[in-house]
C-alpha cells in the first residue's frame, strides 16, 4: 500500500464534484497541521484549548491551493486554455502555479503598489500574465466578471463555485484530527468565501445542510453526513479598516496593512450572512494595531509565522475573550490563511533590526552576555 499523498481531490474525492475521467491538476495542497498552542492561552490566562490550522504550510504558502486544485481541475476538464482572477495576491499565487502545472495561460489582475512582494514575485516567477491595475481589488473584481463575458478565460476567483468545493475539505480535516467538531472556529474575513466553505465542509461532516451552498441549497447533492452532528459557532474577524460586515454595508475605499483582506465589498456576502445566522456565530473587527500585535505574539511565543490578514483570526479571538464573548473551557480552531514570508516587508517593518559586528569572536560574545536574560 502506498502512503504517497497526493492531494486533497484524491483523499476526498467521494465528497468532490469530480469523475472517474476528471484530469486532476494537484501540487499536494491540503493535510496542513493542527497546531495546539500552548504558550499563549497561558499567557492570556484563559483556560481554552486554541489551535491554529496553518494553511500557510500549502504548496504556494496560503490556503487558496484548496480551492485552486478544484477550479483548475474543472477548468482543463471543461477544455479551458486560459483563467484569470482579480487578486490581493495569494489567489494569483495559486492561480500563477496551478496554471503552470496544468499548461495552461493565467491572467491575474492585481492593485498596482498593494501586494505583498512574495505573492508578486510567485505570480511572476510561475509565469502568469500579471496585470497592475490603478485601482482596488473590488475594481479588479468587477473587470474580471465583465472582461469573462466576452474572452475565452475561466474566472477562477471563489465565484467560481468549485473554489468552495475545495476549501471545504480544510473542515473535513479539522473535524478528522481532533475527532470532532471545535466549539468556534475563527476566520479572517475579506470576501468571505473562505468561511463560506467551512460552514459548507462542516454542515457536509454533520450530515445538516446549509443555504450557503450553491450546490444545494438546502439539499446537498454530495451530503454524505456519517460525522458528529455538532457544527462549531463561526466568527467572521475583518480589519477595521475593510470591515463591510460590521458596517452592514459595502465599503468603498477599503485600507489596511493586512493586504490580503484589503476588500469592502465582498463577492460572497449573502452567504456569510448565512452562516452567521446558522451557526449562531458573529462578526467583529480588529484594529490594523491589534492585528500585528497578535501576528508578533504567534512569532514570538509559538514559533508560528503567518502573514498579517491570517493573524486576524487569532486577533479575533483574544478580543472575543476577552469579552467573555468565548467562554472558558471552550475548544477553538483559528485558520492561519498564508505564510508570513508572503510578506517580509511587514514583518521586518515590525522586528528588531540586526545588529552588525566586527566578524570576531569577541564581538558575538559580548552580543550574546547583552542579549542573555538575567
Ligand atoms: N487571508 C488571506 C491570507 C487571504 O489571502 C485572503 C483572501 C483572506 C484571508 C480572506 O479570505 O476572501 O475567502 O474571505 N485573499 C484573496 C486573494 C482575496 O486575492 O488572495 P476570503
Not at 501540487?27 to 498552542?37: F, H, K
Not at 454533520?206 to 446537498?220: D, L, R, S
Request: a neutral charge; proline letters at 5%; one cysteine or more.
Amino acid at each position: 500500500m502506498t502512503t504517497h499523498y497526493t492531494g486533497l481531490i484524491e483523499r476526498y474525492r467521494s465528497r468532490l464534484p469530480v469523475g472517474e475521467k476528471t484530469p486532476i491538476i494537484s501540487l499536494g495542497e491540503g493535510a496542513t497541521p493542527l497546531i495546539e498552542l500552548v504558550n499563549l492561552p497561558k499567557r492570556i490566562g484563559k483556560n481554552v484549548r486554541l489551535l491554529v490550522k496553518f494553511e500557510g504550510l500549502n504548496p504556494t504558502g496560503s490556503f487558496k491551493d484548496r480551492g485552486m486544485t478544484m477550479a483548475v481541475t474543472k477548468a482543463v476538464e471543461a477544455g479551458s486554455k486560459a483563467i484569470i482572477c482579480a487578486s490581493t495576491g495569494n489567489t494569483s499565487a495559486a492561480a500563477a502555479a496551478y496554471a503552470a502545472r496544468a499548461g495552461i495561460t493565467s491572467f491575474v489582475l492585481i492593485p498596482e503598489g498593494k501586494i505583498a512582494l512574495g505573492k508578486l514575485s510567485q505570480a511572476m516567477m510561475h509565469g502568469s500574465v500579471v496585470i497592475q491595475i490603478k485601482g482596488n481589488f473590488d475594481a479588479g473584481m468587477r473587470l474580471v466578471q465583465e472582461v469573462a463575458e466576452s474572452m475565452p478565460v475561466t474566472i477562477v476567483n471563489s465565484i467560481n463555485p468549485f473554489r468552495l468545493q475545495g476549501q471545504k475539505t480544510a473542515a473535513f480535516e479539522i473535524v478528522e484530527e481532533l475527532g470532532r467538531a471545535p466549539d468556534f472556529h475563527a476566520l479572517p474575513v475579506g470576501n468571505a468565501g473562505n468561511i463560506t466553505a467551512h460552514w459548507i465542509g462542516y454542515s457536509e461532516y454533520a450530515g445538516q445542510n446549509t443555504k450557503a451552498c450553491v450546490f444545494c441549497q438546502g439539499a446537498c447533492a454530495y451530503q454524505q453526513g456519517g460525522g458528529s452532528a455538532k457544527r462549531p459557532v463561526m466568527l467572521g474577524y475583518q480589519a477595521a479598516g475593510a470591515a463591510p460586515f460590521l458596517r452592514g454595508a459595502m465599503v468603498d475605499n477599503p485600507e489596511t496593512v493586512a493586504t490580503a483582506i484589503r476588500i469592502g465589498h465582498p463577492m460572497s456576502w449573502k452567504q456569510a450572512w448565512t452562516v452567521k445566522e446558522e451557526s449562531g456565530g458573529w462578526f467583529d473587527e480588529c484594529s490594523d494595531e491589534e492585528i500585528l500585535a497578535a501576528q508578533a505574539l504567534l512569532a514570538r511565543t509559538e514559533g508560528v509565522f503567518c502573514e498579517p490578514a491570517s493573524a486576524t483570526s487569532v486577533a479575533g479571538v483574544l478580543k472575543s475573550l476577552a469579552q467573555g464573548r468565548i467562554p472558558e473551557g471552550a475548544t477553538i480552531v483559528c485558520t492561519l490563511t498564508g505564510h508570513g514570508l508572503k510578506d517580509p516587508d511587514t514583518a521586518i517593518a515590525q522586528s528588531t533590526r540586526p545588529v552588525t559586528v566586527e566578524a570576531s569572536r569577541e564581538a558575538i560574545e559580548q552580543v550574546i552576555t547583552r542579549n542573555m536574560a538575567g
